[in-house]
């Protein structure tokens, strides 16, 4: 599948914006409000500025982002419609939440309240951002039953990544539960992704091109239909050399791991450079996912290359 | 409405086109067609980006493949257009997230309305059949109509009320008709040539339906006819040498 810059920016910035999210939720639910002015309203208006940010690149490649809000009518069968329903209703408690959360001395029911239903939209939100892929029959790498999991896991992984280093900047260091959190998310983000590419790996062919043309048996591309590139080939038909994919799995990996190890340098040995490193895990960590999320697009084989001369999906 | 209509009922209406594999030549006239009618039609425009460029690209609704199956003499080639498939239950409608891409309740015709397209592409990307081609001039997706605004068309004559690329077609290879009704001409096609549908293990219920080709036959038949006669008679007359001497300085 051909990756689109806009879709991967998207579900990345979005991604990491909402595991933020949910973190914050859940830290104002259980410990009331935020401890400092400033630190509660940068968090929240990274989370915001992310989510916010993200849903916009998503429309950069609508032909009519004029008509994007048409997306909320179709949610009783579209996983599209519906991430974009609970994205925008996830505005409302989040925006609520993060109001009450600055403010000290906060009712503590209605944060607990608002901080769960933040959390839990926010997460549901991202699930429903994965299902748009793992429902499509016609993508098998796709199908794979860690897709869901792995995108929920890479968004509380960078969102904690991002309240880590938000924390360090704000003075808030030595927070173990903190640290504890974002090293062992991104260790799980790194053992979901080598399960998923162990699956789709060993993956055995389900149909051949005598499948898809009925015609059985061995059957030859001897003539294309067009002379040049057309939509399909160039959106479906995309591909990366295989050599190219071990490459970029292994800085995916190597992200996450430098990832993990400046949080730790950060919370063990902190002082004046904590912030710098734990900022410098945030960039790595984003990395990590962006070229996670190109790999995809672009290891995910579509059953229309049949019909253009791929042996077998 | 992006959720299916039910078309389990007794007598529903699937309208769709029955494409024979053995007596398409692959002449592409039924692509030109389809691409003449549909650019001024209910999917106008088609685009066609730089069509007169190095590198031309543009919506068509309608390809023809060219495919070898077979080894050694037995190999044989053919042509294989491939269009939408009007699928019972697509996911091409039920992923898009506006309504737009629909499956009409009457006939089964599954259309997008390019009024409420978004042009975010994912119908496209859950059509396993590579049925949908998005217009970038357009920013809509476009796919086969069956030629919606031709088959109902009363502004033209009762014969020409049938899909561009059927009237088009100059060996006949493609049908047009109701297949939910088995005793519709296209029914009965399938039924006498074995027709099949493309990848029914995905379940996406295509109405159109393909005709395999006939068997190869390898000799051609025998033909009963009288051995040629031999010059002359053979019995050394002079008339018979004479005749020998011409042959042999002619030949
Ligand atoms: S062939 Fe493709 S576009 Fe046509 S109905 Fe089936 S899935 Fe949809
Ligand atoms: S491209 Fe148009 S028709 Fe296709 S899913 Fe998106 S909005 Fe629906
Ligand atoms: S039925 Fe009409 S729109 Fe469909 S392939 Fe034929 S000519 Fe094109």
Redesign the pocket.
Known sequence: MHPAYSVILFTTASGAGYGLLALLGLTGANHGSASDFWFGAASMLVALGLITVGLLSSTFHLGHPERAWRAFSQWRSSWLSREGVLAVATYVPACLFGLLWVMPDSNEILLKLLGTVTAILAMVTVVCTAMIYASLPTIRAWRHWMVVPVYLIFSIATGAALLFALASVFGRTGIPALGIITIVALTLAAVAKLIYWAGIDNMKPMYTMGDATGLGGDVRQWELPHTSENYIQSEMGFRVARKHGQKLRMIVGGCLVAAMVLVWLAFAFGGGAGPVLAVLAVVLAGVGAVVERWLFFAQAKHVVSLFYGEQSV | MTTLPDTTRPGQKKLGLVIDLDTCVGCQACAVSCKEWNTQGYSAPLTDLEPYGPDPSGAWLNRIHGYETGEGDNARGLHFPRS????ET????TVCPTGASYKREEDGI?LVNPDTCIGCKLCSW????G??EYDQDDGVMK?CTLCVDRIYNENLEPEDRKPACVKACPTGARHFGDLGDENSGVSQLVKSRGGFELLPQMD?K?VNRYLPPRARRDKAGDVEAAPLETVGKGDGSLAERVFSWIDEVLS
């Not at chain 2, 697509?90 to 409608?93: I, L, N």
């Open positions: 939408c498939l009007h699928c697509p996911a091409c409608v599954v859950a059509c396993p059949y049925a949908r796919k996406y295509p």
